[in-house]
């Protein structure tokens, strides 16, 4: 395993309002890249500090950043702009070594090297993989720097995080010492079984805050946090009560919990604005796990993330643990793509969850509307490889799994038969002889219907007299204090008082409401006299209530009526589903489970505790956890991945695949004299920016912006450059574009036509180019766009592409790969190809591309003026024949810089991540071959140029 070294970064710097400071260096450190940087986070005394693990004895060069918040901008990386970096010469330097070191940098912007009190390390020499030094062992629990660290924690055991929103710990001040016990029912009744199957199988760390209502002060924390440690291997999280508030019941459960389970209220007194403070709360809380999770991560451990309350931790986890195996599990449901699009922050979610390496369902519907608001939200692909759901991100492969959690089997059936439980059904002098009980457990919530089947309840009372004093309602209203539904508690209270008030006598209770917290021993209790389970939510994501009544029902009972949006009512196959809404249809199903037969019930029964003890919790996790442990990226191995939910995307680095900087680039661009510039158009030079235009309109108005375009006509001014923009326009819309630079070359259609520098002269790539295919190719995509709203074909001289970026995404996709297949059946004589790319699909000639077109420029200058400095930049898969091209006709030269416009496997050296870096990697070449450009960025992070002077043009030769 390889070692590494827990860093400790600090450095002093009294901030102004919006600034921050952000740790880049070498590829672990960000790669030089301030948007994909380490962030500190600063204490009282503005020290800016940060933990990252770096490979055991390297060296490692870096430096500070200074940013600016932009438009309180949240994500998981720096964002917003630059402000500078440090000025002083070269660079600052840590040599990797022992268990733990500390770095003190000083004052930002002032370097300390010579420092002796400069690095402090805590442990030399490791003694074992699998063995804690006796040093690191004595080290103690304080602050983020200083938190404890085993290596293979465990005798060697892999290591399990489990990060969730609380604790797994019931946490009590007695006498005024805190007081710690395992909540078995935490994690959704999971956390006990949990913590049994992985028992001599791995070492699970819990990761959460202490479920407690009382403030902790700073000093006890260092106290209770190596006690949770050593007692139950549990890491706290430390959030002060009014943040936690605004986290849990402001964003939460008031944002998203009404979003996921599809129940917004759209009117209520009054229009509500979407609360933007809030969202930054959850991405601080959020952030907060982060760097928890990160200080007691080990090399090789798996992190599995649970529920709705941390869906962008992912993406702060990636930032900082490049390569790590992140599981999202998500207990709710996940809504319709035409729901889910009201929140604001849609994109922002759905990129923290696909920061993760395994995202996991209950149920194929909420998979399905996860997938597609991927595909129409993010434009993204998703497919089905050997039964696994996954979805195309950025180059890799996101794996989605559909699983329903089960329960702990042998918790229930342990306990069946012991004297508590006869006690505690004595305790609820519920009078259950010769009656039929409907049973049923609910929270006090608003979607779990309990007012629709207390009426229900009361209907058939009312319609069906025979039943009075025969069946009796036992419903258990459990509140929740993060649950502020009053009125729905208040409702409940009058409609049960109403029932027993009509049809109650001296010796017939119609419904019995406990409205309180039950115990364990009462709930097996109240199954055990319960002959049919009674659930009727709205809206329910997980409810394993009627697992639990399974197990517990004794022969002869275990019937279920369950509502339809119930997730288990579908995985529970001998269940009646209704839709609580249909008075009709709840009636008829309780007067069902009333008459049926006791032979068949008994058979029902049998074959449901069957099932729940196939699907037990056990079962659920480790499957969960194995395909995360064999889940691997299917392209690239990953050095770096820093995948990002904020504007402009910040993806990922393959090894071998870095971000271009502009320093490497004037640097090598200073030195040469032969320049060769081939530039893609669109996507690349070109892009639409009004950004409420797509499809046909975004195509159509796709130009170089001003700067761009003045960049374009610097570059060409200088003799020692040649420049070419590639693009598969028509040459009637590059002449236009770039009308009045008469020194650019112009390659129309990937080369079919082209213009050399300083000449109007349109020339053919092959003088004799077979386009008697293009009739039919017309006729056949014709035949598809008829069928397709929003799609279109546009005419080329030499291909024809259709477009169906307006159309719906699902059916767009679907078309377009029907298509596909039949232009390659119809168009098997032709000498062409089909190539699909993001919203087209475009038949072409095969001796028609940009790497023809490389190889006919390159021939062109000749031995000669064979260049000395290449820049090729592209955006779309027909870039990726240039990019090919010119490696093949200049292998291993140090002046070659080949670029991707967006992070994506490529046959690219380097990635930009958009069009803007693009302007500002032009621009910077524009200032370093002329010191009359003046080049910056303002306030929202565009670009702005300055020419001074209004530049001459020449011919252009090498």
């Known amino acids: 395993m390889p070692y590494k070294t827990r860093v400790r970064f600090s450095v002093h710097y009294k901030p102004q309002e919006g600034e921050r400071v952000v740790l880049v260096g070498e590829s672990l450190l960000g790669g030089w890249d301030p948007f994909r940087g380490i962030e500190l986070t600063a204490d009282a005394d503005s020290n800016w500090h940060g933990v990252v693990p770096l490979p055991i004895e390297k060296h490692f060069e870096y430096k500070y950043v200074l940013m600016r918040d932009v438009d309180g901008e949240i994500s998981s990386q720096p964002t917003g702009e630059v402000i500078r970096y440090e000025s002083f010469d070269g660079n600052r330097a840590v040599d990797s070594s022992g268990y733990q070191m500390t770095v003190d940098d000083g004052e930002f912007d002032a370097e300390n090297a010579s420092d002796p009190t400069r690095v402090k390390i805590n442990e030399q020499v490791f003694e074992s993989p699998i063995k804690k030094s006796p040093a690191a062992a004595a080290m103690p629990v304080g602050d983020a720097g200083a938190a404890e660290l085993d290596l293979a924690e465990g005798g060697g055991m892999p290591t399990l995080m489990v990060v969730l929103y609380r604790l797994p710990i019931i946490a009590r001040k007695e006498a005024g010492k805190w007081v710690f016990r395992w909540d078995d029912d935490a994690l959704y009744l999971t956390s006990l079984a949990l913590r049994k199957s992985s028992e001599g199988k791995a070492n699970l760390l819990w990761v959460g805050v202490i479920d407690t209502q009382e403030e902790i002060p700073e000093t006890d924390r260092a106290d209770i946090s190596r006690e949770l440690k050593e007692k139950f291997n549990c890491v706290p999280v430390y959030i002060d009560l009014k943040t936690r508030d605004q986290f849990y019941n402001g964003f939460c459960k008031g944002i998203l919990w009404p979003i996921l389970h599809m129940t917004v209220k759209f009117w209520d007194n009054g229009t509500v604005t979407f609360d933007r403070h809030l969202w930054q709360v959850y991405c601080a809380v959020n952030r907060k796990f982060s760097e928890t999770v990160v200080e007691h991560y080990t090399e090789g451990s798996m992190v599995w993330i649970h529920d709705y309350h941390l869906m962008v931790l992912p993406t702060y986890l990636r930032s900082r643990l490049p390569g790590a195996k992140i599981g999202f599990f998500l207990h709710t449901p996940w809504p319709s793509s035409e729901l889910y699009r009201l929140l604001p922050v849609r994109d922002e979610i759905l990129r923290g969850l696909l920061s993760s390496t395994l995202v996991g369902f209950h149920l194929f519907d909420y998979a399905r509307h996860f997938l597609s608001c991927c595909v129409r939200l993010l434009n993204l692909e998703h497919e089905a490889r050997r039964g696994i759901l996954g979805v195309q991100y950025a180059g890799r492969h996101v794996m989605v799994r559909v699983s329903h959690v089960g329960i702990y089997p042998a918790r229930f059936t342990e306990r069946l038969g012991h004297p508590g439980i006869a006690k505690a059904l004595e305790d609820l002098h519920i009078n259950a002889q010769g009656k039929f009980i409907l049973g049923a457990i609910d929270d006090i919530d608003y979607v779990k219907g309990i007012s629709l089947k207390l009426t229900a309840f009361e209907s058939i009372l009312t319609n069906y007299p ?142 449901d505790v069957k099932y ?106 200088s003799p020692l450059n040649v420049v070419y923009v590639m693009s598969g326009r028509t040459a009637t819309i590059l002449e236009k574009s770039f009308e009045g630079i008469t020194n650019v070359g112009l390659c129309a259609e990937h080369g079919f036509q082209y213009q050399n520098p300083g000449s109007t002269e349109w020339l053919m790539l092959e003088d004799h180019v077979d386009l008697e295919w293009l009739e039919v190719a017309y006729e056949v995509m014709q035949s598809y766009t008829e069928r397709t709203d929003g799609s279109y074909v546009e005419e080329k001289s030499a291909g024809l592409v259709w477009h169906y970026l307006d159309a719906d995404p699902d059916f767009g996709e679907w078309q377009a790969k029907e298509l596909h297949g039949d232009l390659e059946d119809v168009m098997s004589p032709f000498p062409v190809e089909v190539v699909s790319g993001s919203g087209w699909l475009q038949v072409r000639s095969k001796s028609l591309n940009k790497g023809k077109m490389v190889e006919k420029i390159l021939e062109r200058l000749g031995e000669a003026g064979k260049p000395d400095f290449v820049m090729c930049m592209g955006d779309d898969r027909t870039d990726e024949d240039m990019f090919v091209s010119v490696h093949s006709a200049l292998p291993g030269s140090e002046s070659l810089f080949t670029c991707t416009v967006g992070v994506k496997p490529s046959n690219a050296k380097f990635y930009l991540r958009n069009h803007d870096e693009v302007s500002h990697i032009l621009a910077s070449l524009c200032a370093a071959d002329d010191s009359q450009w003046e080049i910056g960025m303002n306030r929202e992070g565009s670009l702005q140029k300055h020419l001074m002077r209004s530049q001459s043009t020449g011919d252009k030769a090498f």
């Open 466 to 607: 025979a039943y009075r004093s025969k069946v009796t309602l036992i419903q258990v209203a459990v509140p929740k204090s993060s649950k502020r539904e009053h009125a729905v508690a208040d409702e409940i209270v009058v409609i049960a008082a109403r029932i027993n008030s009509m049809f109650g006598t001296d010796s017939y209770k119609p419904v019995h409401l406990i409205v309180r917290n039950i115990s364990f021993d009462e709930r097996i209790a109240i199954y055990g006299i319960t002959n049919a389970l009674m659930l009727t939510p709205i809206r329910d994501g997980l409810n394993l209530i009627p697992y639990e009544y399974i197990l517990c029902a004794p022969e002869g009972k275990g019937q279920l009526i369950l509502s339809e949006f119930t997730g288990c009512s579908r995985a529970i196959v001998s269940a009646l589903r209704v839709n609580p809404w249909n008075f009709q249809e709840v009636l008829s199903a309780i007067d069902r489970v009333l008459q049926r037969d006791p032979e068949e019930i008994k058979a029902r029964h049998k074959s």
């Open 612 to 717: 729940v003890l196939g699907h037990s919790t056990e079962n659920w996790s480790s499957s969960f956890l194995y395909d995360l442990e064999r889940a691997s990226e299917p392209v690239h191995k990953l050095t770096k991945l820093g995948i990002g939910f904020g504007m402009g995307n910040r993806l990922l680095e393959f090894e071998g695949f870095e971000h271009l900087g502009s320093a490497m680039v004037v640097k090598q661009f200073k030195s040469c004299s032969k320049r060769l510039f081939l530039l893609d158009y669109d996507g690349t030079l070109a892009i639409s920016k009004n950004s409420t235009l797509k499809g046909r309109m975004s195509h159509a108005w796709a130009r170089p912006d001003e700067f761009v375009m003045g960049c374009i006509d610097q570059l060409t001014s």
